[in-house]
């Protein structure tokens, strides 16, 4: 049974910073390219950042210089560190696993950042 289980969410000011983990199960976890997406109230599900299985990584320009996604393949985890988090940030941030024609999903975790 496949799982992504994140974790690391939370309400934080403005300015302040956060790391979510994201911890898989059930797959190959090297061989997948990992990403973290999120979802505002009201709004689509956007990419935030994606690190394929080499560690190259590509983030939205909305988080550019703010956010940097990693990888632990030995843990079986992928991070997202977010700094200089904004109230725009606000979302439910999403894991998600890609590997061929097999695509995963975790149950999200709630960022929110407000004074």
């Known amino acids: 049974q496949v799982q992504l289980v994140e974790s690391g969410g939370g309400l934080v000011q403005p300015g302040e910073s956060l790391r979510l983990s994201c911890a898989a199960s059930?797959?190959?976890?090297?061989?997948?390219?990992m990403g973290w997406y999120r979802q505002a109230p009201g709004k689509e599900r956007d990419l935030v950042a994606t690190i394929t299985t080499g560690g190259s990584s590509k983030n939205a320009e909305s988080v550019k210089g703010r956010f940097t996604i990693s990888r632990d393949d030995a843990k079986n985890t992928v991070y997202l560190q977010m700094n200089s988090l904004k109230p725009e940030d606000t979302a439910v941030y999403y894991c998600?696993?890609?590997?061929?024609?097999?695509?995963?999903w975790g149950e999200g975790t709630h960022v929110t950042v407000s004074s």
């Open positions: 059930g797959i190959m976890f090297r061989l997948y390219v």
């Open positions: 998600n696993a890609r590997w061929m024609n097999r695509e995963y």
